[in-house]
Structures are given as C-alpha cells and as structure tokens.
C-alpha cells in the first residue's frame, strides 16, 4: 500500500500542471487497486478541502461530489472511514468547515459528549457546544 500526500490527489483531481497532473494519476491508476488500495489519511482530506476552497475557488457543492467519490472508490483506502463519512454528511448539511466536522465526528466516535469551542459556525452542529 502507498500513502497519497495532499498534492498527489490535487494534481490528480485538479489536472492543472500538466508533468505533476499526469504522474499523480499515473501513480494513482496503476498503483492503487481494489487489493492494493492508496491510503488517505485524514489530514489530507482535511487539507484537500482547504486547497480546493482556497487556492482553486471549487464551490462546496463542488468539494461535496468531490469528497462522496474519493470516499466510495475501491481503490482509496480512507483512514478511519466511519468519522469520514459522518464528516462527511455533516460538513454536506452544515456550516462548518470540514475540519471542524471530522474533528467533532472523531471526537463523538471516541465517546465524547461534546466538543467545546469558541466556532460558532461549528458550534451549530451536534457535536459541539459553544463557550
């Protein structure tokens, strides 16, 4: 298995330089199968949002599709998948960044009753409560 870095997966997603754009999707279709999955941490996903939001003005209705087709392909291994998914949803419903919904959806998963914080756009989900 081979680990996949934030730029990997951009230039993959993004196709914006042509020489880095055809490595990452070489590296990415012929070594990353259903047996032999790329991992995706969580930083990363935290990280690719950030990058498509910021650096590349996607939409979030963009990043959403985005996001849903990273974390149902076979040949992505996601780490620790059930917070991502539940980040997921709740980063497709809500306000927050989703940072803040994989840092709440982490935390409700390890038996915490809430995530205290001064965000008040994160402090609209369930799991957090504002101070």
Known sequence: MIGIDTNVLVRHLVQDDPAQSRAATQVITERCTRDEPGFINRIVLCELV?????????????????LDKILRTSQLKIEDTQSAWMAFRMYQKGKADFA??????TNQISGC???VTFDRAASRLDAFQHL
Request: contains cysteine.
């Open 50 to 66: 950030w990058v498509l939001e910021s650096a590349y003005g996607y939409s979030k209705d963009t990043i959403v599709v985005v």
């Open 100 to 105: 803040d919904c994989l840092l709440g959806a």
């Open 113 to 115: 009753d809430a995530t």
